[in-house]
């Protein structure tokens, strides 16, 4: 794969989404349809339909930023003030969320990857496998019974007491 996907490319959803489609072999929407009806049966397609449609949700959050920037910047002066520089990171902080999204999406489709042959591979894969259903830490109080009486405190021999 070439590492220009995200060298600035307007298109970048749709990149990836062409790629999906080869790789599955059906068009998103039939993608989606078929991981709805079975997500056990193929995790990869489980995974990138989760992180494509992430990647749609980003897109859009990246859309609107750089629409209420453009809006701002048609109305400043000469100088920019601090809401829409605000306004500035945040389309900054979104392209990072879209950019970050589209990586993951792209190392998904990417049986080559780095961490999806050999010896991380195989320790993700029994890491996966669900030998634990809870958590590894127990994450509520232990339970007390109530009738264990409350300590109280007995004055000692040779102490005054106030």
Known sequence: MSDDILGGSDD?????TDRIEARFGMGVDQLKAAVAAAPAANPDATAVVKYHGLLLDSQAVLDRAEDA?????????????????????R??????????RALVVRWLLDPD??????????????????TRKGPAVQTSAPHRPA???APTSVPRAGRATL
């Open 12 to 16: 970048v959803v749709g990149v990836l």
């Open 91 to 100: 389309v900054n902080a979104a392209v990072t969320t879209r950019d970050g």
């Open 147 to 149: 009738a264990v009486p």
């Open 69 to 89: 920037l453009l809006a701002a910047l048609e109305t400043q002066p000469s100088e920019v003030d601090d809401p829409t520089m605000h306004l500035a990171q």
């Open 113 to 130: 990857a780095p961490g999806k042959k050999g010896l991380a591979a195989e320790r993700l894969a029994r890491l996966n496998r669900g």
